[in-house]
């Protein structure tokens, strides 16, 4: 087996499989470390500036070779977010952080799991689900969350307690990949 590497920002992910399935094939991709002033663990400014990386979670890839993933910072304001971004200098972006305002004004996004990983389409799209803290009720602290491209912005398509048909959406976990 090939093992291909790409660089996205510093932090190097090798593409360690290949797996066909009878309607697509999966790439299995890990994060292999970071090329920071000779460190192999994190250390990069953060894409925002607040802080610097600690961890990354699980990334995804699309065709164009953009990467998101969920990560975790240390210093500055800590907690984690969602970045996106590929091997272009300059291209890593925060989708958003931990503690951020909620798209709709209910409540603020809360912890992002680094075992899990949002979604990227191949027009650069960016969606996950999430928890948000601070809410207006106790059944609307889950939803689901698109990154829009043009202006950036958030949009909230799904969120526990709305009503889809005559079907009330219960809560939306976010659990680690298969």
Known sequence: MTIRTRTFSSLVFAVVGLVARPTRAEIKVVVVGSKVGGSTAGGDPAPDADGVFFG?????????????????????????GVVVGD??????????????????????FGFFADND???????????????????????????VVRSELAPPLLTIPLRQGQTVGAVAVGPLDNPPPA
Do not use: H, K, M, Y
């Open 117 to 143: 990983s949002p979604q990227l389409n191949d027009a650069g799209q960016v969606a996950f689900a999430t928890q948000f803290t601070g809410t207006f009720g106790p059944s609307d602290g889950t939803g």
């Open 87 to 108: 091997t272009t200098p300059g291209s890593v972006r925060l989708i958003t952080r931990q503690g951020d305002p909620a798209p709709d004004g209910n409540g603020s």
């Open 56 to 80: 990354a979670g699980v990334p995804v890839i699309n065709a164009s070779g953009e990467v998101a993933f969920f990560a975790s910072f240390t210093t500055g304001s800590g907690g984690t």
